[in-house]
Nanobody
Framework: QVQLVEFGGGLVQPGESLRLSCAAS????????MGWYRQAPGKQRELVAS???????GYSDSVKGRFTISRDNAKNTVYLQMNSLKPDDTAVYYC?????????WGQGTQVTVSS
């Protein structure tokens, strides 16, 4: 059983940076794709960035060029480096691990961008 725990959320000013971490434990061998999602109040959860087991990455248009997803296999951790943050980036960010026919979610971490 895989468990995901997110770290790194907080309050920052526009233009600043944050790095989110997602630590995975359990049977991680069968993970196909890791992704970062976010959900703002009243909105649907949306995919922000993803990284496959082969290392391929993808980003939503709203964060492309500002966010970078990466992983450290030795630490079983996926990161989301967020630069040039905007107020519209404010949301709860969730880590997700996708398997062949299921997925696992982390508990979420709040990111607030405000002056």
């Amino acid at each position: 059983q895989v468990q995901l725990v997110e770290f790194g959320g907080g309050l920052v000013q526009p233009g600043e940076s944050l790095r989110l971490s997602c630590a995975a434990s359990g049977s991680i061998f069968y993970i196909i794709t890791m992704g970062w999602y976010r959900q703002a109040p009243g909105k649907q959860r949306e995919l922000v960035a993803s990284i496959s087991s082969g290392g391929s990455t993808g980003y939503s248009d709203s964060v492309k060029g500002r966010f970078t997803i990466s992983r450290d296999n030795a630490k079983n951790t996926v990161y989301l480096q967020m630069n040039s943050l905007k107020p519209d980036d404010t949301a709860v960010y969730y880590c997700n691990a996708r398997f062949v026919s299921s997925s696992v979610w982390g508990q979420g971490t709040q990111v607030t961008v405000s002056s």
